[in-house]
C-alpha cells in the first residue's frame, strides 16, 4: 500500500498495482484513479462540498474525446466541449469566442478590411 498526501489529505492506494486510490474527506471515504481523487479534494476545498471521483472521471473523459480544432486561414479554431457556440480562437492577441461561422466571418472580414487597406496605400 502506498502513502501519498495531497492538499493536506493522506492518500491510500488500494492493491498492488497503485491504481485504484482512497482518501476520507468528511467521514466518507472515496475511491478512484489518483488524478480522480485529486480531483474531488480540488473540489472540496474550493467548493465544502463532496463530489465522487466516478463523476469526475466520466466527466473528464467526455470532454477530453470531444476536443476539436480547425486551421481557417492561418487561425486555429478550437472547441473543447463540443458545443455549438463555445469555438473560441486567439486573434491578434485577443480571444474571440462564439459559434464556428461567426468566428470565421470575423476572420475573413478582418482580412478583406485588411487588403483593401493595404490597396489604398499603393
Known amino acids: 500500500m502506498a502513502l501519498a498526501s495531497y492538499?493536506?489529505?493522506t492518500l491510500k492506494s488500494i492493491g498492488s498495482e497503485n491504481q485504484i486510490w482512497k482518501v476520507t474527506i468528511k467521514n466518507r471515504e472515496l475511491k478512484g484513479s489518483l488524478s480522480a481523487i485529486k480531483k474531488s479534494i480540488d473540489?472540496?476545498?474550493d467548493t465544502a462540498s463532496i463530489?465522487?471521483?466516478t463523476q469526475l472521471a466520466t466527466a473528464t473523459q467526455r470532454t477530453d474525446s470531444v476536443g476539436v480544432q480547425e486551421l481557417f486561414n492561418g487561425y486555429m479554431i478550437k472547441n473543447d466541449?463540443?458545443?455549438n457556440n463555445a469555438w473560441y480562437c486567439?486573434?491578434?492577441g485577443k480571444l474571440i469566442?462564439?459559434?464556428k461561422l461567426a468566428i470565421q466571418k470575423h476572420i475573413e472580414a478582418?482580412?478583406?478590411a485588411k487588403k483593401k487597406a493595404e490597396q489604398l496605400k499603393k
Open 51 to 53: 463530489i465522487d471521483p
Open 43 to 45: 473540489w472540496w476545498c
Open 7 to 9: 492538499r493536506g489529505f
Open 110 to 112: 478582418y482580412l478583406i
Open 90 to 92: 486567439m486573434f491578434n
Open 97 to 99: 469566442k462564439g459559434g
Open 81 to 83: 466541449t463540443g458545443e
